[in-house]
């Protein structure tokens, strides 16, 4: 994804005292990420806080995760359930940055020094196979742009001690982001039905969340014009490679360390991550 750095809404207050609080805003928020020290949401410690803010603080973080020799590989879509914009009071998704080291294969160990309160959601990931050179691209630019679909569960986490966020706080929180797994098995949106695509999770083969495309804003192809879009708009369209992580199928399931879960989506194929035990997380 090029010209990464700039990939957010543009609002927010250039007078220095602004700039100063948005800038202790993501110090706080990485020294969290580092010392696994949970903090008070960044709404009441920095406020006022606008989303605009909120998406400079996260840029903020980006250019110093890319000075700190990260790779973007590509972005996630939060905030896709109706019932969780309600209750954040929001009528919209969110986006944050997937960077090369968030990644991780079907069934490859992950770490449990990475989790961060974590949770996790099965998803449908998207590979962009054309750069998106449209002013405001519609679906059919969208449905011709993608290459393939992957199955996916993504791992979130908050630095917000006990996930007590709003929309601000999680925008700022690079959209709550910490690890996805990618499953092995890419196929065309000709091969399967992206919006009445059946999902099961599974922890150790006991269901914890069910759930269908038309859970994630009506179709996943709506979240990715949705991105799309909103990328477009800030000059950093969406290009040939990204992977774009579309939103949740079902409702989040906790994370604890040993946890194995399995994601079924009809047509698409399966995928599973696998958590080590505390004791065996170094890295």
């Known amino acids: 994804m090029s010209a990464a750095t700039s990939n957010a809404p543009h609002g927010a207050s250039n007078d220095a005292a602004t ?8 110090d706080a928020l990485l020294e969290a990420e580092r010392s696994h020290r949970f903090i008070a949401p960044l709404r009441d410690t920095f406020a006022p806080l606008s989303i605009d803010d909120a998406y400079a603080i996260q840029r903020i973080n980006t250019e110093r995760r890319l000075a700190a020799g990260r790779r973007i590989v590509g972005c996630k879509i939060g905030l896709t359930s109706v019932a969780v914009q309600k209750q954040l009071g929001v009528d919209q998704p969110d986006f944050g940055m997937l960077f090369d ?7 490859e160990p992950i770490p449990a ?3 961060t309160q974590p949770k996790i959601e099965a998803e449908i990931a ?82 914890v969340s069910v759930g269908a495309g038309a859970a994630c804003l009506g179709s996943p192809i709506n979240a990715v ?22 939103g949740a199928l079902g409702p989040m399931a906790v ?4 946890d194995i879960f399995e994601t079924r989506i009809n047509g698409l194929g399966s995928v ?12």
């Open 126 to 207: 998207f590979v962009i196979g054309r750069d998106l050179n449209v002013e405001n691209p519609g679906q059919l630019d969208v449905l011709n742009a993608i290459e393939y679909a992957l199955p996916a569960l993504e791992i979130v986490g908050s630095r917000v001690a006990d996930w007590n966020i709003r929309i601000t706080d999680t925008i700022a929180d690079n959209a709550s982001s910490s690890a996805y797994v990618i499953g092995n098995t890419p196929k065309k949106l000709s091969e399967f039905d992206v919006r009445m695509c059946g999902m099961v999770m599974e922890r150790r083969g006991e269901p």
């Open 113 to 115: 020094s990475i989790l």
């Open 225 to 246: 014009v949705w991105l799309a879009r909103t990328m477009a708009a800030v000059g950093t369209p969406l290009r040939a490679g990204d992977l774009v992580l579309s």
């Open 272 to 283: 599973r991550a696998v958590f080590e035990p505390a004791s065996e997380a170094a890295r």
């Open 101 to 107: 080291d968030m990644g991780y294969g079907d069934g």
């Open 19 to 26: 700039q100063a609080r948005l800038q202790q805003a993501a």
């Open 255 to 258: 994370v604890t360390p040993g």
